[in-house]
């Protein structure tokens, strides 16, 4: 659900909107009407929201070209609606929990569990100190059982089983559910658990998400709107990367009230079983789970071909960059903007055509080699 707030010269009204997949518009769930210092409910007349564009039956080769090499997201409806795993989740849960059982080795994966009372948003405890789950080793199969018992409570704790890597723990997926479009090399992770909401968020490499079983509402952001998101921490996270703090089902404008510039770019898009969703590098992204069931596979590979996932993290570099730049006085930071700006973003010509291409070094190309020995002089002087 997405949070849509209006305004007029005598009246401010807000509800939350579904959207309903194949349609270009959303559907109003409830409105609050403030007029004269009074609220009420009321339903709203359609409107139309931004939604993810979408493609369907298109071959390997269209895909690659037309959409996994540009920086926007893409629905990808029906990439996924052959595989044997798919048509166990559009069976019921216990299907594709026995399913998942007979490909299960034993392997423990990381599972977490939270109270009845946060309603399955991921997040902090109320203080920050902590967080508002308890985290757990666990098999694919006891997760799987976790969520078919907990699917018949009233008011059920959330259980989720995030990143799970396939290869250690579901051995035979691959080769029962392969994804022809990306290199052998990208590796798929799994995502099961019951109705869970992990915040908008971003991940360094490029993604694509398959819904496997359940039904996920995915609302995303472009990189820029970062600033009006409030994003926590960024060192002491609660699902590995920084998480923005405001709810989007229920926003509080007054102690977010940029969180309403966001909403006007935000995109949104409801997968079922089959479906995926491609999501560039750096773009926010939050993963609402609507069933009782959910299970997604997701691929991410690095933006640089060839270049293996967790190579040289830029987040590392953002936390060295806090800690070395940020402390520095304005004038200071503005000489360092300015480098920046020359050697990491602006274009290759000035930085190198004047040195002859022996002497580039990092300004040239960076071969594996050289990576490899800078990262090794990085580390000797981290460690220094």
């Given at each position: 659900m997405l949070w849509v707030e209006r305004r007029s010269s005598t009246f401010a009204w807000a509800g939350i909107w579904s959207v309903t997949p194949g349609s270009s518009t959303a559907l109003p769930m409830f409105a609050t009407v403030r007029a004269g210092g009074h609220e009420r409910s009321m339903a709203r007349d359609e409107l139309n929201i931004c939604r993810i564009p979408e493609i369907a039956d298109c071959d390997n080769d269209t895909?690659?070209?037309?959409?996994?090499?540009?920086?926007?997201?893409?629905?990808?409806?029906g990439l996924i609606g052959h595989w044997p795993a798919t048509r166990y989740g559009r069976i019921s849960p216990q299907a594709i929990?026995?399913?998942?059982?007979?490909?299960?080795?034993?392997?423990?994966?990381?599972?977490?569990l939270m109270p009845p009372e946060v309603r399955g948003r991921v997040g902090y405890n109320a203080s920050m100190s902590g967080f508002n789950f308890v985290r757990n080793r666990v098999t694919v199969t006891s997760v799987g059982e976790q969520i078919l018992r907990y699917s018949t409570f009233a008011h059920a704790p959330a259980v989720a089983a995030p990143a799970a890597r396939i290869d250690e723990?579901?051995?035979?997926?691959?080769?029962?559910?392969?994804?022809?479009?990306?290199?052998?090399?990208?590796?798929?992770?799994?995502?099961?658990?019951?109705?869970?909401?992990?915040p908008a968020h971003v991940d360094e490499t490029h993604n694509i998400a398959c819904v496997v079983s359940g039904r996920r509402r995915f609302t995303l952001f472009p990189p820029e709107q970062i600033g009006n998101?409030?994003?926590g921490p960024i060192d002491f996270t609660p699902t590995g990367a920084p998480i923005a703090l405001p709810s989007l089902t229920e926003p509080d404008f007054v102690h977010f009230p940029r969180l309403r510039a966001a909403l006007q770019h935000a995109q949104v898009a409801e997968l079922e079983p089959g479906d995926a969703l491609?999501?560039?590098?750096?773009?926010?992204?939050q993963v609402e789970s609507l069933s009782s069931c959910n299970l997604l596979v997701n691929y991410?590979?690095?933006?640089?071909?060839?270049e293996a996932v967790g190579t040289s993290p830029v987040f590392d570099c953002l936390l060295h960059c806090m800690l070395t730049l940020r402390r520095m006085p304005p004038e200071v930071r503005a000489g360092w903007r300015a480098a920046f700006e020359h050697y990491v973003f602006?274009?290759?010509?000035?930085?190198?055509?004047?040195?002859?291409?022996?002497?580039?070094?990092?300004?040239?190309?960076?071969?594996?080699?050289?990576?490899?020995?800078?990262?090794?002089?990085?580390?000797g002087r981290v460690k220094s």
């Open positions: 895909i690659r070209r037309d959409v996994l090499s540009g920086v926007k997201p893409v629905v990808l409806r929990i026995g399913y998942l059982h007979r490909l299960d080795n034993g392997t423990l994966v990381n599972a977490i723990c579901l051995p035979g997926f691959v080769d029962e559910n392969p994804l022809t479009l990306l290199e052998p090399s990208v590796r798929p992770r799994l995502w099961l658990g019951s109705s869970v909401i992990t998101l409030y994003i491609y999501i560039p590098a750096l773009w926010w992204h991410w590979w690095h933006p640089i071909a060839g602006g274009p290759d010509a000035p930085l190198r055509d004047h040195i002859p291409p022996e002497r580039r070094g990092v300004l040239g190309e960076i071969t594996p080699e050289l990576a490899q020995r800078i990262r090794a002089q990085l580390l």
